[in-house]
């Protein structure tokens, strides 16, 4: 058995790979100790469109965009998370001999994080003044139960929400949760990310799946030379965050081929790496 805890992440988009990435995970789980985060964000569009709850972006005036999480939408992400995602990753990871334990970050108090407070974003094309978002910033993790479940030979299943300040759910991304997990673990001991993906790893051109970077070296003001749009922003800035905070290895690789976490620990996909100190400057 190896100490080294390897940390997957998979978004809701890669859905229909789920036997295959749980079969995979449960193989690696086999030989050492295994942490999965999930995302969901394609199954909460699904459901809220089912229960008839309209989903709205935020936009800033910078121009990022998020969900929009008012109180409805909050409550079709607790469903989505605890009700479909996550059993779903459960019973695959147990009929592949895994022993999974579906958690959200509110459990234990695993992950917690600030609610953003009120600010000005545009909705439907008008700026207004939002109160009642409830997603927010990761807090803290907690890694003392994370260990103590591997250490029983579970496999921890995460998800968002996190747990606010108040003691109530709060969106946050998924991405942010693994990298915040595993870089929470490695405190103690040494910890590989593998952040799984519907494309071959970061493409140079996100139009060109041929351009795949082995690997891509990020600084604290730069996420290197790759095109990166929407989800993938997201994910490099996860990505330098892991590594910031001390975990070895941090991988972006394809969940739609067949082995897709042992093939990205063997060199597939796109290696993540810091920039040296004096590479990094001061953009
Ligand atoms: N440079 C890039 N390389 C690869 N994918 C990119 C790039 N820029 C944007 N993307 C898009 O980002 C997506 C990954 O982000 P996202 O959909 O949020 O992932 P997930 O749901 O797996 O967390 C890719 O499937 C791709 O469509
Ligand atoms: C704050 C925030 O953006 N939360 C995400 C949580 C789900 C997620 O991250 O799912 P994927 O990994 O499938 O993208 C959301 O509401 O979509």
């Known amino acids: 058995m190896s100490d080294e805890i390897t940390v997957v992440k998979c978004g809701g988009g890669l859905s229909a790979h789920r036997e295959t990435i749980c079969q995979d995970l449960a193989a690696v789980a086999a030989g050492g100790p295994v942490v999965l985060v999930h995302g969901g964000a394609a199954q909460l569009d699904e459901l809220a469109a089912q229960l008839g709850v309209p ?3 935020l936009r800033t005036p910078g121009g990022s965009s998020s969900r929009y999480t008012d109180p409805a939408t909050l409550d079709v992400l607790l469903m989505t998370m605890a009700g479909r995602v996550k059993p779903a990753l459960v019973a695959s990871l147990s009929r592949h001999g895994a022993r999974p334990m579906g958690l ?8 917690t994080a600030r609610r953003a407070g009120a600010h000005k974003a545009v909705v439907d094309g008008r700026t207004r003044m939002i109160r009642d978002d409830h997603s927010g910033r990761i807090h ?3 890694p003392g139960p994370l260990h103590l ?3 029983v030979g579970l496999l921890p299943v995460l998800s968002p929400p996190a747990l606010g300040t108040e003691g109530e759910p709060v969106n946050v991304d998924a991405d942010r949760i693994a990298a915040a997990v595993a870089g929470a673990l490695a405190e103690r001991r040494p910890v590989r990310l593998v952040l799984l993906t519907s494309a071959p790893g970061v493409l140079r051109d996100p139009e060109d799946p041929g351009s795949l970077l082995p690997r891509l070296t990020v600084s604290a003001g730069s996420l290197g030379e790759a095109d990166a749009r929407g989800g ?17 290895q941090v991988v972006v690789a394809d969940g739609r081929i067949t082995h897709p976490v042992r093939e990205a620990l063997a060199g597939a996909g796109t290696r993540i790496e810091k920039a040296a100190p004096f590479e ?4």
């Open 55 to 57: 989903q709205r972006r």
């Open 104 to 111: 959200t970050g509110m459990d234990a108090g695993l992950v």
């Open 140 to 142: 803290a993790v907690d």
């Open 149 to 151: 479940l591997l250490d």
């Open 232 to 248: 993938m922003t997201a994910k490099l800035q996860a990505a330098r965050a892991a590594l910031d905070s001390g975990v070895s």
């Open 280 to 283: 990094s400057g001061n953009v």
